[in-house]
């Protein structure tokens, strides 16, 4: 097992990758809390491959209830956070007591924002099944909601006690959803690591991703780890972590969060920034070509239809301040900036290079 120790001001935390370790939950979970109550979060798709797992190991150190919602992105939503809590206060939970979040970056997203606000913040440990969730959204305390003005625009910073990885849970994990993962991976080494970038180019496919994937699980998460360390509330060096998410969540917002997944909105918002770089001399020319031939690779999405009104959508961006956006563009592989520009002109120079 490997562990890396992320620390922001006033907590700290360690982020546990290893095999088969989902077993020994409760060890690692009463290293940190002595709660009298745990209530797990989990979907329909992850409680039928782990949740007795994982309910037979943190029943030895306190009483355990679990919360199976449906799976899919439209579970993050005003609804589903009212089930949470009601079954929370049905529960008797108390501020002492631990909430678990066990799936993908859904479960992750909605558990986290739940125990955020629930008496003004219970402790939630994140066991991500998912890779996306394992490379990405468990680690750096964001949480979040979907409303229908938008993806994510209401949420919380709000840091786990521990994460758990288990990547032998990847290999229950659909190729399609395997393939949204990939898309963040694709992502940190294209804005930080080009060793990364290059070992993926190199690899033949999904068998011999995963015989490395605890490693590449790793460098994900110290990317993110020392990208957190220095901007916890994403104001500054952060943002580069929204490479691809700009367009990407244009796309999802325009397929009403059914249409594609997360990673494969990103993969393809990618591409698009990608491109917008080298359209303005920013990004060496050819990196858009080496990330369309990568995402093309994996199975993700090179071409998205959108009609032209939907790129205002950028107008209800989290990254939008006032008239402008932050947009992520690649100076090349392994390098990136911060680049802010009017909303409308980013809605137009999209519209020029959006295929």
Known sequence: MKTLHVTVPNHEYD??????ILNQAAEYVKNVSNPAKIMIVTDENVNRFYGERLINSL???????TVVLPAGETTKSLDFLKQLYDAAFDFGMTRADLMVALGGGVVGDLAGFCASTLFRGVDVIQIPTTLLAQVDSSVGGKTAIDVPQG???VGTFYQPKQVIIDTETLKTLPGKEFASGLAEVIKYGAIW???????????EGKDALLENIADIVFTCCDIKRQVVEKDEH????????NFGHTAGHIVEKAYHYTGYTHGQAVAFGMI????LGEKMGRTALGTAERVLKLIKKNGLPT???????QLMGAALDK?????????ILLKEIGKCEIYKMPVTEFADRCKEIWK
């Open 15 to 20: 982020i546990l990758i290893g095999k088969n």
């Open 59 to 65: 029943e030895q150190i306190a009483d355990v209830k």
């Open 151 to 153: 993806k994510n625009l």
């Open 193 to 203: 690591d080009k060793a990364l970038f290059s070992r993926l180019e190199e690899a």
């Open 234 to 241: 994403d104001t500054g060096l952060r943002m580069i972590l």
């Open 272 to 275: 698009v920034a990608s491109r």
């Open 303 to 309: 071409a998205i239809d959108i009609e032209e009104q």
């Open 319 to 327: 990254k939008a301040t006032g008239s402008s956006i932050s947009v």
